[in-house]
């Protein structure tokens, strides 16, 4: 426990813990020197006792004065008291004076407040969003789909091609891995959940021989494209290698596009596309450039602009190539008659060498990563490599940026889930050279960023998922309900906590409002599950203290789950891997929950996970590709084995467009 009672204040004045509880509800205390060098982070200085009661005494000050805050988030139909007169403006423009209190009447949308010499931004949520229309779908790993003309790694024509054939097979959702954009400097970073940027997306899924730039080329020139193709049936996906080909088809193709000339106007995409250049000259970490262009407002910056113009005409036309193609795939699964559409991942965070953390560096705590603390599946706790915002240049900036990322994602999507939706309740920051477990958590204004998240949503009409899986607080999930934000649900973890022994929930049980699925990315596959691959792979590359056990442990899990299977009357006689694979699909038919998603690798019996937390080289993440193409994948026995429960469970003509 803290010693010092000013310290204390002073942490709990700025959002940080001092103590939290863990996975067993157990009291965990912060050193005093962890909550100093977070504090330090947020630009206060807690080092000496003089300068915490210096520091202490300005943030009374400043409590005390601010009548209203520098950004105020409402719900529709609130009427806050703000004890001054001013001017408000909406955001059509319109203009009217209000006195103590903000009017009940105010439209949704983001507004300035005048009062006396400050601009307070107003944002007006809706109080919910609307309810989600039952549906059962897929969660597709991008990267991973295969056809004849994708060149060594799952394209948007591919995605394009899924969405138009599952409709037809009666689904109505498809969650897709993040699509945001990579640093194009190889080796690359492959995994989806640490993008460069969060507001631009992966030129990666970019089909070259589907873009307008292809077709309309000089022949000589498609001839010279086509033949960059990477030779098809790699056993596993190598980004540099696809990136390579890629990048050379789109210069061949730049070299002729029409609107060569045509250079950014939307300050953002220039600052990703000077990005782009600069990285392509001095490295993929901008932390490692010369000091002058370590910051995108410098001089310097500007000068690199103008010399690497044509350069940074090049990444901006990429971009707007791949704006292309997200639209197109989102209107070809409206035109398909998916009910709720497609649904695009948002990731924690960006990767701290990338385009977003070197352009919002000012609202970034640059130099914390964000993960978790320890716990019973990782006692040294988990460091994500992800910088956080910081919560109090969000509020100064009117939730400028998240409203940024928010709406990029939604610009071609019908919804979005948002990983770790807890973290806009709090996040664990890890100060500069501490391991995982010396960190503590920094609070964050939930209902602000929630406000803005609904705002998004219900301009773009779309959905919103928040991943709430593992140890969250109540709050958050009894929150999202309340905001009318789906929560998730996966099989492995649903558990009666009431029952002795927390046996399986049935998913009869399973909350209404949420989106629930067999697994996820980052746990074993159905047959993974059954076979105990999950076991074997961990204990190969030496990450079990004790393979036995665990492999113990999994078997009885693997014979609970079967038990609920013949509770259910879904366990046949003499079956097999392939019988039990369709009736793990047949029990998530039973959910009671709104939408019902499978993976492709679950569905035909995949063993490999996509993901194996905790491993970088030393497992294929994010690499292995499905063994059969997009075609034969619609086609696949097994599949439609899976599937056909699903389909009288969610039946299409059941559902309302929205």
Not at 174 to 200: D, M
Request: aromatic content about 6%; overall charge negative.
């Amino acid at each position: 426990m803290l010693a010092d009672a000013d310290l204390r204040d002073l942490a709990d004045a700025h959002g940080v813990a001092t103590w939290y509880e863990d996975t067993e509800r157990r009291r965990i205390d912060i050193a005093d020197d962890v909550v100093v060098a977070v504090l330090a982070q947020l630009g206060v200085d807690a080092g000496t006792p003089a300068s915490v009661r210096a520091e202490l005494s300005d943030a009374r000050a400043r409590r005390d004065r601010a009548t209203v805050p520098d950004t105020l988030v409402l719900r529709a139909g609130e009427s806050p008291t703000i004890g001054a007169a001013g001017v408000l403006t909406t955001e059509d423009g319109a203009t009217r004076p209000v006195r103590d209190r903000l009017p009940p009447d105010l439209p949704l949308g983001v507004h300035t407040l005048a009062i006396e010499d400050r601009q307070v931004t107003v944002i007006v949520a809706p109080a919910k969003l609307p309810p989600v229309p039952p549906a059962w779908g897929w969660m597709v790993q991008l990267y991973a789909l295969r056809s004849a003309g994708s060149w060594g790694i799952g394209d948007l024509a591919d995605l394009r091609a899924l969405l138009t054939g599952s409709a037809r097979l009666g689904a109505g959702v498809v969650l897709v891995n993040p699509v945001q954009a990579i640093t194009p400097v190889t080796p690359l970073q492959r995994s989806p959940y640490s993008p460069s940027s969060r507001r631009f997306a992966n030129p990666l899924y970019l089909p070259i021989t589907d873009l307008d730039a292809f077709r309309q080329a000089p022949p000589e020139v498609r001839t010279e494209v086509g033949a960059l193709a990477p030779p098809a049936g790699a056993e596993l996906i190598d980004y540099d290698a696809v990136w390579k080909a890629k990048l050379a088809a789109l210069e061949l193709l730049w070299r002729h596009a029409p609107d060569r000339r045509a250079q950014p106007t939307d300050p953002a995409l220039d600052d990703f596309a000077t990005f782009c250049a600069l990285a392509e000259r001095h490295g993929a970490d901008w932390r490692t450039w010369p000091a002058d262009l370590r910051h995108p407002t410098g001089p310097a910056v500007a000068a690199a602009r103008r010399d690497l113009a044509d350069r940074v005409g090049f990444h901006a036309w990429v971009q707007r190539l791949c704006g292309h193609q997200l639209a197109d795939v989102r209107a070809a699964g409206r035109a398909a008659g998916l009910g709720v559409g497609i649904v695009h991942d948002l990731p924690v965070g960006v990767d701290p060498a990338g385009a977003d953390a070197w352009a919002l560096q000012d609202v970034l705590a640059s130099e914390v990563t964000v993960g978790a603390p320890p716990d019973a599946f990782s006692r040294q706790g988990q460091d994500w490599s992800l910088p956080p915002w910081r919560p109090d240049r969000l509020a100064a900036t009117g939730y400028q940026p998240f409203r940024d990322v928010i709406g990029s994602v939604l610009a071609h999507a019908d919804g979005i889930r948002v990983d770790h939706v807890a973290g806009l309740w709090r996040l664990w920051w890890i100060p500069p050279g501490r391991p995982a477990s010396e960190g503590t958590y920094v609070r964050y204004d939930a209902d602000a960023l929630l406000g803005v998240l609904a705002l998004e949503a219900h301009r773009a009409n779309a959905i919103v998922v928040g991943e709430d899986l593992g140890t969250v607080p109540d709050e958050v999930t009894e929150t999202l309900r309340e905001r009318g934000v789906l929560s998730s649900a996966v099989l492995w973890f649903q558990r009666d906590e009431d029952a002795p022994g927390a046996p399986l929930l049935a998913p009869s049980r399973w909350s209404t409002e949420a989106m629930a699925s067999i697994s996820t990315h980052d746990l074993p596959t159905a047959a993974g599950f059954l076979r105990g691959e999950n076991v074997r792979v961990r204990a190969g590359l030496g990450h079990l203290d004790d393979p036995d056990a665990e492999a113990r442990r999994a078997a009885g899990d693997r014979d609970e789950l079967l038990a609920e299977l013949a509770g259910h009357g879904l366990l046949p006689p003499n079956a097999d891997e392939e019988d039990l694979v369709a009736a793990l699909h047949a029990l998530l038919a039973t959910a009671a929950s709104r939408l019902l998603l499978i993976s492709p690798q679950d569905a035909i019996g995949e063993p490999r996970q996509p993901n194996l937390p905790g491993t970088v080289d030393e497992y294929p993440n994010w690499r292995i590709p499905l063994p059969v193409t997009v075609d034969e994948l619609l086609e696949h026995p097994l599949l439609k084995r899976a599937v056909s429960a699903l389909r009288v469970a969610r039946p299409a003509e059941a559902r309302d467009r929205r």
